[in-house]
């Protein structure tokens, strides 16, 4: 089953197929995989890296997706490139004799993830070609909120303009119905400080994932309520102040940013419930 994906920024690894070069490993960030495949295997001049011009076919066999944004994707695809190097990694060992390219490279990624900063961030680990699939070893599983997928997937563009659309729709909306409804004033107050949110504050404000709560949170609130003490900036998951479902961060921005990905499944549940509230960059 193909996956569609919104607002997508992938760091990915591709393997060489080609006898002359079988073996052969390169790690590269896209935001569509189907469309850098292609460049890969056509050439530098449509868009290819250097280094892989001429020596296909490659295959794109493990991608991890789900970064907020290009600058946290790149870093990520940096430190992938150059573990020796990069101050996060280079206490790890370094690539053995006998070892394979690729094995190796899985080897540092499964540390990477389990690693500041990202080890925080709600990425997905996905295996486009199961043929190519690794296990992790017991003492470098991934975080338990990071997936682990299989099969193609469809980049989907966020329409900013239809958004946009939507947001003035909505403000509209939300004014005629503070006239009509005088207890709109508690469906708008922030659920952790309780303070009114208003309009221009829409942009600094999360609202739950589940379509039958109607939280709203300024997003500074929320963030100091997961993370409940912790001396990190960026929480990982935490229970909704309403209806007490668990929310995971990353999924939280992906929904302020326009993705609406697991919103069907989560009506689903809701509807299930008994009553609860429920790359190297693209131009090398």
């Known amino acids: 089953m193909v996956q569609e994906v919104e607002a997508f920024y992938g760091v990915y690894l591709l393997y060489n197929l080609n006898p002359k070069y079988k073996g052969r490993v390169y790690i590269g960030k896209t935001t569509d995989p189907n469309r850098r495949i292609h460049q890969h295997n056509t050439g530098a001049k449509a868009g290819g890296a250097w280094r892989t011009d001429g020596k296909g076919p490659w295959e794109m066999v493990l991608i991890i997706h789900g970064f907020p944004e290009a600058v946290s994707a790149l870093r990520f695809e940096w430190a992938w490139q150059h573990p020796k190097i990069s101050r996060r990694l280079r206490h790890l060992p370094g690539k053995r004799k006998t070892e394979k390219q690729y094995d190796f490279h899985f080897r540092i990624v499964s540390q990477m993830l389990r690693t500041a900063p990202w080890n925080r961030l709600s990425l997905t680990i996905r295996w486009l070609k199961q ?13 338990i909120h990071m997936p682990v997928e299989y099969g193609p997937i469809i980049c989907k563009k966020v329409d900013v303009k239809k958004k946009k659309t939507k947001k ?14 005088v207890d709109i004033e508690l469906q708008k107050s922030c659920a952790v400080c309780s303070k009114w949110i208003t309009l221009k ?63 069907l499944e989560l009506t689903e549940e809701c509807e299930k419930g008994s009553g609860d509230y429920l790359e190297e960059s693209e131009t090398d």
């Open 131 to 143: 043929e190519f699939r690794q296990d992790f070893s017991p003492n470098a599983l991934p975080p």
């Open 201 to 263: 504050e829409q942009d600094i404000t999360l609202s739950c994932l589940y379509p039958v709560c109607n939280m709203i949170s300024h997003i500074v609130c929320l963030a100091k309520k997961f993370l409940t003490g912790d001396d990190h900036l960026i929480p990982i998951e935490g229970n909704c102040p309403w209806c007490s479902q668990t929310l995971l961060w990353g999924e939280l921005i992906r929904h302020k940013q326009g993705c609406l990905t697991n919103l």
């Open 168 to 181: 003035r729709k909505d403000e509209d909306s939300d004014k005629s119905s503070q006239l009509e409804n």
